[in-house]
């Protein structure tokens, strides 16, 4: 069994494989959570952490007893190729995201766009080589700089039912330019690789990804897991080596 742990800015998403079939996932607010979760934690006899933050050194520290533990960073071997120009900066989600997408979809074209605290995009070619991509502030942290660095629009936070393109009133205004705005973006996004790589395939994850799949035109495949998913595989292909 694999256990993968993707730590991020504010939630720690972590799963249980049965090496490709998923079997278990939970989210743990904090890390003394997660390692309180020692049943959980019991389960498993591989481990990979994905991490975006410094914060996981206790829990790396406490898997002394696993066979095999792999902390995913830009020398962890992957099964496509790395062509980013600053590999060394580059996010674990981005390039496990990637992956994931890679494992459903090799040998095509996928841009993998990951909605979560940014969005970013992520692009893999046919040839399976991971060239780069995009990031740009995701729909909480769009509303939070209005806020921050305005004298009077009001601290507001994500409306996941909002619609309407025209705002009658300030927050409605605010919802309609960062929500329906980021919709609009990653529309634009979509159709300008669109025009650049034959036979796209788009895939959208993250925690602000369902609300955003409904506002897009384009045909997208949503894959709420696809970052846990490609961390397995790096696990998996590590191990097989």
């Known amino acids: 069994m694999n256990l993968i742990a993707d730590i991020g800015n504010t939630r720690i998403k972590t799963a249980i494989f049965n090496h490709t079939t998923l079997v278990e996932k939970k989210i743990h607010s904090t890390m003394h959570e997660l390692m309180a979760d020692t049943a959980f934690l019991a389960k498993a006899e591989n481990v990979i952490i994905g991490t975006v933050v410094d914060s996981y050194k206790p829990f790396y520290d406490s898997l002394g007893s696993k066979k095999k533990i792999i902390l995913f960073e830009s020398s962890t071997p992957v099964p496509l190729k790395n062509?980013?120009?600053?590999?060394a900066t580059l996010g674990s989600d981005r390039l496990a995201a990637s992956i994931g997408a890679f494992a459903l979809y090799p040998n095509q074209n996928v841009l993998t766009i990951d909605a979560g605290t940014c969005i970013k995009y992520n692009f893999v070619n046919s040839d399976n080589e991971y060239i780069g991509g995009a990031i740009s502030p995701g729909l909480a942290m769009?509303?939070?700089?209005?806020?921050?660095?305005?004298?009077?629009?009001?601290e507001i936070t994500p409306d996941y039912n909002y619609e309407k393109l025209t705002g009658r009133s300030t927050k409605e205004s605010m919802l309609s330019g960062a929500l329906l705005g980021a919709a609009a973006e990653i529309e634009e996004c979509i159709n300008r690789y669109t025009r650049t790589h034959a036979s796209l395939t788009v895939v959208v994850t993250g925690g602000d990804g369902p609300y955003l799949c409904k506002?897009?035109?384009?045909?997208?495949?949503?894959?709420?897991?696809?970052?846990?998913?490609?961390l397995n595989t790096i696990l998996n292909y590590n191990i097989e080596k």
């Open 215 to 230: 506002q897009l035109k384009n045909r997208i495949f949503a894959h709420p897991d696809i970052v846990l998913s490609g």
């Open 83 to 87: 062509l980013y120009e600053s590999a």
């Open 142 to 154: 769009r509303l939070r700089a209005m806020h921050q660095f305005t004298g009077r629009l009001p």
